[in-house]
């Protein structure tokens, strides 16, 4: 069974830091790309981070660039998102997608993606 599943969400003062973690299971992660999203309520899904099937290459969000890293251990197929210096805006549900080509779309594009995990909430507030 192809999964992604999301960990490491959690309840986090401001100023503070988690690790996302997303493992794949039923398919070999090293043939994908991943992007993280995040949820807010209310809001529409954004894309935080994405890094290439190598990690030769990341690219972040602007609201993020700075305080999140991602990060691959293809070796594991697992997937991470080192989340520093978190601010109360982060506050939502954070999703792991993989796709295997971008076939010409931005690195956000929901609809180029192939797997989904489920979601891990992550909440900041003091």
């Known amino acids: 069974q192809v999964q992604l599943v999301e960990s490491g969400g959690g309840l986090v003062q401001p100023g503070g830091s988690l690790r996302l973690s997303c493992a794949a299971s039923?398919?070999?992660?090293?043939?994908?790309?991943i992007g993280w999203f995040r949820q807010a309520p209310g809001k529409e899904r954004e894309g935080v981070s994405y890094?290439?099937?190598?990690?030769?290459?990341?690219f972040y969000a602007g609201s993020v660039k700075g305080r999140f890293t991602a990060s691959r251990d293809n070796a594991k197929n697992m997937v991470y998102l080192q989340m520093n210096s978190l601010k109360p805006e982060d506050t939502g549900v954070y999703y792991c997608?993989?796709?295997?080509?971008?076939?010409?779309?931005?690195?956000?594009?929901?609809?180029?993606?192939?797997?989904w995990g489920q979601g891990t909430q992550v909440t900041v507030s003091s």
């Open positions: 890094i290439t099937r190598s990690a030769g290459f990341t």
């Open positions: 997608a993989a796709r295997t080509s971008s076939s010409g779309n931005s690195y956000f594009a929901d609809k180029s993606y192939d797997y």
């Open positions: 039923g398919f070999t992660l090293d043939n994908y790309a």
